[in-house]
T-cell receptor, first 113, second 113 residues
Framework: ETGVTQTPRHLVMGMTNKKSLKCEQH?????MYWYKQSAKKPLELMFV???????ENNSVPSRFSPECPNSSHLFLHLHTLQPEDSALYLCASSQDRQRNVLTFGAGSRLTVL | AQSVTQLGSHVSVSEGALVLLRCNYS??????LFWYVQYPNQGLQLLLKYTTGATLVKGINGFEAEFKKSETSFHLTKPSAHMSDAAEYFC???????????WGAGTKLIIKP
């Protein structure tokens, strides 16, 4: 499989649940990103991993916990979320030296009840 | 801080008509400029980019954009709209020394038959 693949595509969870979003890329990229997309708002960069090391964390609440076990995989662990966390979560990848040319996955639509 | 403004959260055009989506940025130093497109239920994909050189940039699917330094603009155009162009379009910029993307809020393009 090529490109950036995200699973699950849809997730509904209660505020006390623990779940994880998964992202996988087969493009040979060495930087990976989590973005939050909410309606009528600019994309919000959450985390950046470069060469498996977290290089950016944009004041994201601790209920979101990223993990990058290798350059092809990225996870977002979710715990004790709030209804306002409902959004589309997009994973992207790039070459580290070209971080403005991103390849995105189709996203995971999260609904927090 | 750098900012990006996309005029109009929704733009509606008839099939075959000119498409014009507006983007203005705030930097006094010309940044790198990008348009990304998001088709329904998909992630974003790069449509075109401007880094240096010719100010008229051609992208995929017949779209083009022109960098106008005096107007701090990078408007996206297509001479003749197609039903398949219905999507949300995002303008983004990055500074030349820092590759992090700053995103506009997006413009949803609606094509009327």
């Amino acid at each position: 499989e090529t490109g950036v693949t995200q699973t699950p595509r849809h997730l509904v969870m209660g505020m006390t649940n623990k779940k994880s979003l998964k992202c996988e890329q087969h493009l040979g990229h060495n930087a990976m990103y989590w973005y939050k997309q909410s309606a009528k708002k600019p994309l919000e960069l959450m985390f950046v991993y470069s060469l498996e090391e977290r290089v950016e964390n944009n004041s994201v609440p601790s209920r979101f916990s990223p993990e990058c076990p290798n350059s092809s995989h990225l996870f977002l662990h979710l715990h004790t979320l709030q209804p306002e966390d409902s959004a589309l979560y997009l994973c992207a990848s790039s070459q580290d030296r070209q971080r403005n040319v991103l390849t995105f996955g189709a996203g995971s639509r999260l609904t927090v009840l | 801080a750098q900012s990006v403004t996309q005029l109009g959260s929704h733009v509606s055009v008839s099939e075959g008509a000119l498409v014009l989506l507006r983007c203005n940025y705030s930097s006094s130093v010309p940044p790198y400029l990008f348009w990304y497109v998001q088709y329904p239920n998909q992630g974003l994909q790069l449509l075109l980019k401007y880094t240096t050189g010719a100010t008229l940039v051609k992208g995929i699917n017949g779209f083009e954009a022109e960098f106008k330094k005096s107007e701090t603009s990078f408007h996206l155009t297509k001479p003749s709209a197609h039903m398949s162009d219905a999507a949300e379009y995002f303008c983004a910029v990055s500074d030349r020394g820092n590759y992090q993307l700053i995103w506009g809020a997006g413009t949803k393009l609606i094509i009327k038959p």
